[in-house]
């Protein structure tokens, strides 16, 4: 696709369910990332994604968040049981090389609400 | 870790003015990003620069490496430019996006 995509944009579910994330990169990035933007702080970067693998898990708050990403191209980021603080806008980016001067694209956002 | 500070965290101007952003970090980098995200959340990359000056329509970005220093200037500002501005920095080692380190963003509002 011509940008980054991510679904659904908004979402919103008691707590203690599960909720799944996509992102659709786009094609032929090879680098994914997944970052949480929670009310009032910065950017935090969650994961990263080369190809399927995903060679750095350690921004993951907890274990009940988890990440996979098939066919070196969808995403899913799956939130396990959810908690009022696991309310943030989740952002997914994509590059075409995991290099430091290579420009990051940011899809729409998330934005999960746990009542 | 990198300590990226922008200032001001908040920033209301009139239309037309002139408007300065500035990001300042403590440790030598490879790259630097301006992103720009609107109310609704999503994130436009506007700039990524390792030395010097770009210029896109009404937007100008500078860096400074010598004094871990960037700004970005808004000229003839429009009340669409009203968002929130984010400062990122990639480490020199490693790192591709999921190196980047975050300011908290400045929140700007351009009154008509």
């Known amino acids: 696709g011509a940008g980054v995509s991510q679904s659904p944009s908004n979402k919103v579910t008691e707590k203690g369910k599960d909720v799944e994330l996509r992102c659709d990169p786009i094609s032929g990035h090879t680098a994914l990332y997944w970052y949480r933007q929670s009310l009032g702080q910065g950017l935090e970067f969650l994961i990263y994604f080369q190809g399927n693998s995903a060679p750095d898990k350690s921004g993951l708050p907890s274990d009940r968040f988890s990440a996979e990403r098939t066919g070196g191209s969808v995403s899913t980021l799956t939130i396990q049981r959810t908690q009022q603080e696991d309310s943030a806008v989740y952002l997914c980016?994509?590059?075409?090389?995991?290099?430091?001067?290579?420009?990051?694209?940011f899809g729409q956002g998330t934005r999960l609400t746990v009542v | 870790k990198n300590e990226v500070e922008q200032s001001p965290q908040n920033l209301t101007a009139q239309e037309g003015e002139f408007i300065t952003i500035n990001c300042s970090y403590s440790v030598g980098i490879s790259a630097l990003h301006w992103l720009q995200q609107h109310p609704g959340g999503g994130i436009v990359s506007l700039f990524m620069l390792s030395s010097g000056k770009k210029k896109h329509g009404r937007l100008i970005a500078t860096i400074n490496i010598q004094e871990k220093h960037s700004s970005l200037h808004i000229t003839a500002s429009h009340p669409r430019d009203s968002a929130v501005y984010i400062c990122?920095?990639?480490?020199?080692?490693?790192?591709?996006?999921?190196?980047?380190?975050f300011g908290k963003g400045t929140h700007l509002i351009i009154q008509p």
């Open positions: 980016a994509s590059s075409s090389l995991r290099a430091p001067n290579t420009e990051a694209f």
């Open positions: 990122a920095v990639s480490p020199y080692s490693g790192g591709g996006a999921d190196g980047l380190t």
